[in-house]
């Protein structure tokens, strides 16, 4: 056993269950500016042992700390409650920032920010002055949204049924990135009128079970396991309605997709620049005449290609991020549907771009890229696990019939 996965076991024994009211941020970030110098430090952090994260499968608790301890975690908390309420593309370029050395520790936030957006939306005054406190002094939120029992992604059987004072709830979720790292996990519940509702549990709480059984060949450290609820007491304060975050126009929907986008433009862009780098150190494989392969005109025309690529989906971030602001500030159904439109854009383009840009490293760095050691191929493994987490060609559907037929796009949190 390495001292890196010593230290790891270690941090894994103490983190695994971390107390409800064990909170560390060590500072509370004040600005746009302030939070993007943070996040290129801390990311070029993160990049050392990124290879042995992905080979080990090495949870990353110790960067997770870090992470929220830095402030990071709470740039969202809107500014009347004490927190900074950075751009929405400020979010995106820092998830793309920590996706590109990271392609998991850039998904595990996600899930946060986006429980921070329905509480934003559909949460009582009292509420969001209680749980954004818990986050501006370090709180990590994880997530229980999936399920795999119900015959379609859209129906939960998770029950949420009244307890005295409270609820109990019942129920198994599975997908639940970042929960392993959290304080609380808002979980997607129903009641006995089929209404949904989003319950902050704490992580501690009795008859709550996680289980790290995710087994994905990419995003491998994302902690994206299962949670098992019996019997599990909240408390009524720490529930909030879920369904009429998208009976109503919100940004919850467009919010939570451009966070997917940023994470794929991230390791697009970081498959991009390994790909110069190796380019340049591989030998032709073509022509002998020709001596490295950055001379090569077939490898000079697909490193055009890539770059153009990329760059789109650069842009296209920051057009999407622009619009869910503009949405923010002026709320209507035609604001929230360009901003849908606009994210479904980059949603769809970013999960071209990512699997290009990872496959084309491989193939460019010449039979260097086959070497596990170098770790090329978390790029894609990545990139491709990623991608399947919406379907791209629904996105086109929608931003097809928006463009042609002036259909608005449906208001959920895939679009």
């Known amino acids: 056993m390495t001292s890196y996965q010593a230290a790891h076991q270690a941090i894994h024994k103490t983190l695994r269950h971390p107390s409800t009211q064990n909170y560390s941020a060590l500072r509370v970030i004040q600005n746009d500016a302030e939070a993007l110098a943070i996040a290129k430090e801390l990311s070029q952090q993160f990049k050392e042992k990124s290879i042995a994260r992905d080979a080990e499968r090495l949870l990353p608790f110790d960067e997770i700390e870090a992470f ?20 929405s593309f400020t979010v995106a370029k820092i998830i793309a920032l920590f996706s590109g050395v990271d392609g998991s520790i850039g998904q595990i936030p996600q899930n946060h ?3 921070l957006e329905v509480l934003r939306n559909t949460g009582t005054e009292q509420q969001k002055q209680r749980l954004y406190q818990e986050v501006l002094k370090g709180a990590r939120l994880g997530n229980a949204l999936a399920e795999f029992k119900p015959k379609n992604a859209s129906l939960k059987q998770t029950a949420l049924t009244t307890f005295e004072d409270g609820y109990r709830i019942n129920g198994e979720k599975f997908y639940c990135t970042g929960s392993l790292f959290a304080h609380r996990i808002p979980t997607l519940v129903v009641d006995a009128e089929g209404r949904e509702y989003l319950a902050f ?16 060949f990419g995003q491998r450290v ?23 975050a998208f009976h109503q126009p919100t940004l919850v929907g467009p919010f939570a997709q451009i966070m997917h986008a940023a ?44 770059a153009a690529d990329v760059r789109a989906s650069e ?31 980059v949603r769809a383009h970013s999960t071209d771009t990512a699997l290009k840009a990872s496959s084309k490293l491989i193939e460019l760095a010449g039979s260097r890229g086959s070497q596990t050691e170098d770790g090329l191929d978390r790029f894609w493994r990545n990139a491709r696990v990623h991608t399947l987490h919406d379907a791209a060609r629904w996105k086109y559907y929608f931003i097809g019939n928006y463009i042609l037929n002036g259909v608005l796009p449906p208001r959920r949190g895939t679009l």
Not at 69 to 78: K, R
Not at 222 to 242: C, L, M, Y
Not at 276 to 304: C, F, M, N
């Open 263 to 306: 994470i794929e433009v991230g390791i697009a862009r970081a498959a991009f620049e390994e790909t110069l780098k190796r380019v340049h150190q591989a030998r032709p494989w073509i022509d002998s005449d020709v001596e490295t392969a950055a001379q090569d005109p077939l490898s000079i025309y697909e490193i055009g290609r890539i």
């Open 68 to 87: 929220s301890q830095s402030g990071l975690w709470a740039i969202t908390v809107p500014k009347r409650y004490g927190g900074a309420e950075v751009s």
């Open 113 to 115: 920010f986006y429980a």
């Open 222 to 244: 994302t902690g994206s396991g299962s949670v098992k609820f019996h019997q599990v007491f909240v408390a009524a304060e720490d529930v909030i309605p879920f369904d009429s």
């Open 201 to 216: 549990v704490k992580r501690d709480s009795e008859g709550l079970t996680l289980i790290d059984n995710w087994t994905g």
């Open 315 to 345: 842009a296209l971030l920051k057009q999407a991020a622009q619009s869910i602001d503009a949405a923010k500030l002026n709320t209507t159904s035609e604001s929230i549907a360009q901003a849908s439109i606009d994210v479904a854009k």
